[in-house]
């Protein structure tokens, strides 16, 4: 039985049903042609919740112990970091400018990465965002900021 897993499977079923629950008794879900607030949500965690049960059964089959490991310093600060760069930086630097700082720093916390592999990162997530949110979604934010002056 890997342990390691199990915990994960443990996890995310919790996360998963207590979402599902939390949706259905304080929001209305509606129906999937009119859907309520909480039609999203419920359906997210379900697919949490059988995320979490195939891991969970995968974990049964192997056999590996689990040994506590502590994450490296650079990738904690890293990541850590990056949502608080993006806050500080959105409304200033601009949509654009915040989400490339933020991926760079998310993607420099592995130790050894090479620096075009970061920059291709960055790059794709950079213009997968601007796709997603500002064009697909249509959310309303500049796109480069008054501290640039562009």
């Known amino acids: 039985m890997d342990t390691k897993n199990i915990a994960a499977s443990g996890t995310l ?40 049960v195939a891991i969970g059964m995968k974990a049964l089959t192997e056999t590996e112990r689990f040994r506590l490991q502590i994450a490296p310093w650079r990738a904690l600060g890293f990541i850590i970091i990056a949502p608080i760069l993006f806050g500080l930086t959105v409304r200033g630097l601009g949509f654009v400018p915040a989400v490339a700082l933020t991926t760079l720093s998310a993607a420099s916390a592995v130790t050894g990465q090479r620096p075009h592999i970061v920059l291709a990162i960055t790059l794709g997530i950079t213009v997968f965002c601007l796709g997603v949110f500002y064009y697909g979604l249509g959310l309303p934010v500049r796109l480069i900021g008054p501290w640039l002056r562009v």
């Open 13 to 52: 079923l919790a996360v998963g049903i207590g979402f599902g629950l939390a949706s259905i008794f304080t929001m209305d879900v509606g129906s999937a042609f009119r859907m309520g607030p909480g039609y999203f949500p419920l359906i997210l965690s379900t697919v949490i919740t059988v995320i979490g």
